[in-house]
């Protein structure tokens, strides 16, 4: 149970500490708006939400349409200085785009990408917030990589320099590759660990919510079994195939739930007293594997998976003292594991 304590105590000191880094992001809403305008802002602040950010609505101002409201808004926020960025609701009865901008220290304001609204795709809103928030991130948690040409303040680039902003900051394609890495804390409910392993896991999203995961274990900890007739040393090691979905929500937490299946390796060192003699042996089996957790975003790149298991393997593995069983592993084996993960 102290491995236990310890990933909790590792998990809770991240998520703590998280908020402090959190930018600040203003949707601007139109005077006149539809119910279309705002199930859109409503998609944005959640998706914004969900990655990190802070995030208010504001009404722009009512008299002024074009040029003139950008310098409207754009003065009135200036001058509370207290924002990173802004995104602008394009379109009064119904949204066509949106405009990304991002404010500097000394209060100016670029105009970083217009992702327009596909009214032909039947979750055009959410991709619009997912591209959105993408551009933002990619600008405010990694500054050092900005290829584009600097804008004067206030100034709106072509459609052409738009549209190719939009598709190299803010879209990500599906079949993208990551990993991670951590630690896998195990326990049997029937005398076996607990025990701690490294854990290493390969993840391909196939969109933002479903993820494909290989992932092994092994190498770690030995948990021991004794009894007045002797004792025995567990070595456990495990690989898996599975999918993962990170559900899309309102939160910068994300929930997850994993089903895998794959092998489980166990490894029984026996040590008797005189004049019983100790046995080796090793089994395979067959492993399931269902899992609840949660992700915290760090950036567009870095995440950290916090997650519960349960196992159950077939056959399960008994040891035995003569004809006495002590102890068994697989039915089931319970997990705590802590992941930290990159997405080159």
Not at 106 to 120: I, S, T
Not at 131 to 136: F, G, I, K, N, T
Not at 199 to 224: C, H, K, M, Y
């Amino acid at each position: 149970m102290r491995w236990f304590r310890l990933v909790l105590y590792f998990a809770l000191l991240l998520v703590w500490n998280s908020p402090a880094s959190a930018h600040t992001v203003v949707l601007l809403r139109p005077a006149s708006h539809s119910p279309t305008t705002t199930e859109l802002l409503e998609r944005l602040r959640g998706e914004l939400l969900s990655v990190g950010f802070e995030v208010s609505v504001r009404d722009r101002p009512e008299s002024s349409s074009g040029a003139a409201a950008a310098e409207s808004w754009q003065r009135t926020l200036a001058t509370e200085a207290r924002y990173d960025a802004a995104v602008d609701v394009v379109g009064e009865a119904t949204p066509v785009a949106v405009d990304v901008w991002i404010i500097d220290g000394a209060q100016d304001f670029q105009l970083l990408a217009r992702v327009k609204v596909d009214e032909g795709s039947e979750n055009s809103f959410k991709g619009v917030a997912i591209r959105a928030s993408e551009v933002l991130r990619a600008r405010l948690f990694e500054p050092a990589v900005d290829h584009r040409e600097q804008l004067p303040s206030g100034a709106v680039p072509s459609p052409a320099v738009q549209a190719g902003e939009v598709e190299s900051e803010g879209s990500q394609p599906s079949g993208r590759l990551g990993f991670e890495l951590g630690a896998a804390a195990l326990s049997s409910l029937d005398g076996v660990g607990p025990a701690l392993l490294p854990l290493l896991r390969f993840d391909w999203a196939i969109e933002s919510e479903l993820v494909l995961q290989a992932t092994l274990a092994g190498l770690g900890t030995r948990p021991n079994v004794a009894t007045t007739a002797g004792e025995a040393e567990v070595a456990m090691q495990y690989g898996l195939l599975g999918a993962c979905y990170r559900m899309d929500w309102h939160h910068r937490v994300r929930p997850l739930a994993a089903l895998s299946f794959g092998a489980l390796r166990t490894s029984v060192v026996g040590q008797a007293e005189l004049p019983r003699v100790g046995h080796s042996v090793a089994q395979w089996s067959f492993l399931f594997d269902v899992s609840l957790g949660a992700l915290f975003p760090l950036s567009q790149r870095y995440a950290v998976a916090l997650a519960g298991h349960a196992q159950l393997a077939q056959p399960y593995v008994a040891v035995h003292f003569g004809d006495q069983r002590v102890a068994s592993s697989g039915r089931p084996n319970l997990l705590v594991s802590l992941t930290f993960g990159a997405w080159p």
